[in-house]
């Protein structure tokens, strides 16, 4: 699929417009970030099997106070309110710290544009698997998505999109039942509304406590998403640290443009498993986004400062324009009797 929209696109480089470029240096500077976005911040990690010496083994990290926040890559300590400032990028080696579902839509989507799709779709202990009931409880508290993704339709840069964000803060955004009819509900409304869909993908796989219930979303995302492609509307795929198991081995492959965040975690199964099977030891970097650009499998790296600019940007290549939504507006505002429908996109997939 994703190889025939390239070859009948023609693909074209991603070049910012003059007017993006500045918006996402404004919001570099007032984030406090000096790095230059064109290369990617952060340097893939180095195999665990080096072996430390006196000259390479460095002090434990100054533990942070409460109103402070280490860096999880180099464990500078900066201000709660300037690491809050910063999207949670470090302006000391540009690690991109894991930020929840509201902190991402607020980045993301245009204010007063935020509207939730399928909110009443919760986790339940289908298999009164041991344990597992009191770990979903425990999981409300710490996330207000109410589940391991939050789906929701809004505006980027005033062009409408329906978006998923994985949870990191509910059970490692594994990917459940309801995790599952929450992103195939999603992807229906915006095959209804004509809308792109963009998947923010951050998890640790599927949820075992859920058993082959949670294997069989993989099938029913990737269905679904089938369906959206058969309509000639666009799926972009954002994976984010990190996106392993069944996530990457579904709905996190399958967007027509695949973008990743710096220093990403990408992969189906971990480094340690995969080396003890082939009993090789593996590059350094391995499944890190940078490798994963170098070998294909991501068309591109972005900071999470542009991303908003580059998902704009991308939109207004397949099709998509605000202008779609204000001459929408405009003509329910003045005419009661007759429904509008938002179109948007043209045909890629065959």
Request: net charge neutral; hydrophobic share 40%.
């Amino acid at each position: 699929m994703k190889l025939d929209f390239l070859k009948r696109k023609k693909w074209v480089r991603l070049e910012l417009s003059n007017q993006d470029v500045k918006e996402a240096a404004a919001l570099r500077e007032a984030a406090g970030l000096k790095q230059s976005l064109s290369t990617p911040a952060v340097k893939p990690e180095v195999n665990s099997g080096e072996v430390k010496t006196a000259q390479n083994v460095t002090a434990a990290p100054k533990a942070p106070g409460p109103d402070e926040a280490a860096c999880p890559g180099c464990g500078a300590i900066h201000s709660k309110q300037r690491w809050e400032r910063s999207f949670k990028v470090c302006d000391q080696c540009g690690k991109h710290g894991r930020i929840n579902s509201k902190e991402r839509v607020a980045h993301l989507v245009d204010q007063g544009t935020f509207s939730p799709i399928a909110k009443e779709v919760t986790s339940i202990d289908p298999l009164a698997f041991p344990g597992y009931k009191e770990k979903l409880d425990k999981a409300m508290i710490q996330s207000e998505a109410g589940d391991a993704v939050l789906t929701v339709t809004g505006r980027i840069n005033g062009i409408p999109a329906a978006l998923f964000i994985m949870e990191p803060d509910f059970m490692m955004g594994s990917l459940g039942s309801a995790a599952g009819e929450r992103i195939t509900r999603l992807i229906e409304t915006a095959i209804e509304n004509r809308l792109p869909v963009i998947g923010f993908c951050a998890s640790g796989g599927a949820r075992m406590q859920e058993g082959i219930l949670s294997l069989m979303q993989m099938a029913k995302t990737s269905a679904a998403l089938g369906r959206l492609s058969a309509e000639g509307l666009p799926y972009i795929a954002v994976l984010t640290d990190p996106t392993t198991g069944g996530v990457t081995a579904s709905y996190a492959m399958l967007g027509d443009v695949i973008l990743a965040e710096p220093g990403a975690l990408i992969g189906f199964a971990g480094q340690r498993v995969i080396e003890q099977t082939i009993r090789q030891s593996l590059p350094d970097g391995f499944q890190r986004a940078e490798f994963l650009v170098e070998k294909g499998f991501v068309d591109r790296i972005v900071h999470r400062a542009e991303m908003k600019a580059v998902l704009a940007k991308l939109l207004r290549l397949h099709g998509f324009a605000p202008a779609l939504a204000e001459a929408a507006a405009t003509v329910s505002a003045t005419t009661t009797d007759t429904a509008v429908n938002l179109q948007g996109g043209e045909a890629h997939v065959s």
